[in-house]
């Protein structure tokens, strides 16, 4: 199984942009995003179940983010719009077999490689 996150880049505040998660070797029942600033802990930024239709945010992005996932190309999106400084940290990809978004990281045992996005103001 591999996970390979893309998309990532240098932005303005207030620019848009769009993660991509590349999922190889099975397909998930519940997949998420991750990310972890400098000096940060790792944290919840989105989840989705399999069908797509239920999906959970915390506060800090609700709004300005949007994940989805196409299961035919097995693979996982983060649309994010109205990005701020704060936004900046390396975003992972994760998922875990299991049904039931979670925001623990603990829940999550398959993880991509990360993928920067720098926010300046």
């Known amino acids: 199984v591999q996970l390979q996150a893309s998309g990532g880049g240098s932005v303005q505040a207030g620019d848009s942009l769009r993660l991509s998660c590349a999922v190889s070797?099975?397909?998930?029942?519940?997949m998420a995003w991750f990310r972890q600033a400098p000096g940060k802990e790792l944290e919840f930024v989105a989840g989705?179940?399999?069908?797509?239709?239920?999906?959970n945010y915390p506060d800090s992005v609700k709004g300005r983010f949007t994940i989805s996932r196409d299961n035919t190309k097995n693979s996982l999106y983060l649309q994010m719009n109205s990005l701020k400084p704060e936004d900046t940290a390396v975003y992972y990809c994760?998922?875990?077999?299991?049904?039931?978004?979670?925001?623990?990281?603990?829940?999550?045992?398959?993880w991509g490689q990360g993928t920067q996005v720098t926010v300046s103001s």
């Open positions: 070797g099975r397909t998930f029942s519940t």
């Open positions: 994760a998922a875990r077999p299991q049904a039931g978004i979670t925001i623990a990281r603990e829940n999550y045992y398959y």
């Open positions: 989705i179940n399999l069908s797509g239709v239920r999906k």
